[in-house]
């Protein structure tokens, strides 16, 4: 299994904390993507990352803020968190060279529910 | 309408039942993935086509990039295949992002 770890696997919490989830690779891939995935739809990009500091804004993005520092670390934050954005957030990644015309790896997803 | 249409949404079968998930899709691609989502689980790749046809195990992928068709099959099914299946395309432009389907939700019983 690719090295991908999302932490925290659960969260629940109230609206208008801020809230970040992280996702950790050990493959050095340049690609790191988060998604969400909501009952209804397929899973949908928020924002994604084409290397350090590197970052671009996916169809789903308001509300969240991304960063990444080192390559292996890619996060997410909700600023003031809503209901609305109660949902499951996979983290993904693809190789260095390929982006997704190669295979894709997902983490275990963090599960996030917004009081 | 979405890119990626998935069909059957829900699909019961008996153990050891042939099972066929289909995809279709309107836009060029360059690639097509199929993954696996077991209930309160990670998303697992299984394949990644580009034409023809891959076999892994239980598991058969084919795909006709004419038609923009690609089905996902699965012989002898078995419990443990009781999952959701997701069928996901790269863009013949744009190769950063995957434009997913909304599954396939699939229970096998004994």
């Known amino acids: 299994d690719a090295g991908i770890t999302q932490s925290p696997r659960h969260k629940v919490t109230e609206t208008g904390t801020p809230v970040t989830l992280r996702c950790h690779q050990t493959?050095?891939?340049?690609?790191m993507y988060w998604y969400r995935q909501d009952p209804g739809h397929g899973l949908r990009l928020i924002h994604y990352s084409y290397g350090v500091k590197d970052t671009d804004k996916g169809e789903v993005s308001d509300g969240y803020s991304v960063s990444r520092s080192k390559t292996e670390d890619f996060l997410l934050t909700l600023e003031s968190a809503t209901s609305s954005q109660t949902s499951v957030y996979f983290c993904a990644i693809s190789e260095s060279q390929g982006r997704f015309g190669t295979e894709a790896f997902f983490g275990q997803g963090t599960r996030l529910t917004v009081v | 309408k979405n890119e990626v249409e998935q069909s059957p949404q829900n699909l019961t079968a008996q153990e050891g039942e042939f099972i066929t998930i289909n995809c279709s899709y309107s836009v060029g691609i360059s690639a097509l993935h199929w993954l696996q989502q077991h209930p309160g689980g990670g998303i697992v790749s299984l394949f990644m086509?580009?034409?023809g046809k891959k076999k892994h195990g239980r598991l058969i992928a084919t795909i006709n990039i004419q038609e923009k068709h690609s089905s996902l099959h699965i012989t002898a099914s078995h419990p443990r295949d009781s999952a959701v299946y997701i069928c996901a395309v790269v863009g013949a432009y744009n190769t950063d992002k995957l434009i997913f389907g909304t599954g396939t939700r699939l229970q096998v019983f004994p």
């Open positions: 493959e050095n891939h340049r690609y």
């Open positions: 086509l580009s034409s």
